[in-house]
């Protein structure tokens, strides 16, 4: 059981940071495209 749960943490931990990298290459991507806007929005 613990191994199992210990299997399932590893795999989210993996895909938190698959989703914080992919949020930081978008967020990256409209900063370039977009430029002034962007940072005007935020």
Same mark, same amino acid.
């Given at each position: 059981m613990s /191994?199992?749960?210990s299997?399932?943490?590893k795999s989210s931990l993996? /895909?938190?940071s698959f989703?914080?990298?992919l @949020?930081?290459?978008v967020s990256?991507?409209?900063w370039k495209t /977009? @430029?002034?806007t962007y940072l005007l929005v935020v």
């Open positions: /191994s199992r749960r299997r399932l943490t993996m /895909s938190l989703i914080t990298d @949020g930081v290459l990256f991507y409209i /977009s @430029g002034t």
